[in-house]
Nanobody, 116 residues
Framework: QVQLVESGGGLVQPGGSLRLSCEAS????????VGWYRQGPGKERELVAA???????NYVDSVKGRFTISRDNAKNTVYLQMNSLKPEDTAVYYC??????????WGQGTQVTVSS
């Protein structure tokens, strides 16, 4: 089974930026799509950004204009650039793909904390 490993989280002040990385053990081109999810304290996990095999992207309204999802197939890595961060963005962030979600797979995630 393909493994996805998230990294890049940390503590940042409101208005700051972070870039998250998701490295796959296999070619990310084998996935029909890859998404970034997050789960904040006391909240359900939600899909915040997704990128398709053709490079098309979608974002939840709350992050639109602030977050950018991209991928580097040569590095088997998907990124999430997060700008203008808000306290409400505080969450554990995960990357995943439909094939892995169907198998109940979730990685360790990476913690993002936005606080002054």
């Amino acid at each position: 089974q393909v493994q996805l490993v998230e990294s890049g989280g940390g503590l940042v002040q409101p208005g700051g930026s972070l870039r998250l990385s998701c490295e796959a053990s296999g070619s990310i081109s084998s996935f029909t799509g890859v998404g970034w999810y997050r789960q904040g304290p006391g909240k359900e996990r939600e899909l915040v950004a997704a990128i398709g095999s053709g490079g098309n992207t979608n974002y939840v309204d709350s992050v639109k204009g602030r977050f950018t999802i991209s991928r580097d197939n040569a590095k088997n890595t998907v990124y999430l650039q997060m700008n203008s961060l808000k306290p409400e963005d505080t969450a554990v962030y995960y990357c995943n793909a439909p094939k892995l979600v169907a198998h109940g797979y979730w990685g360790q995630g990476t913690q993002v904390t936005v606080s002054s």
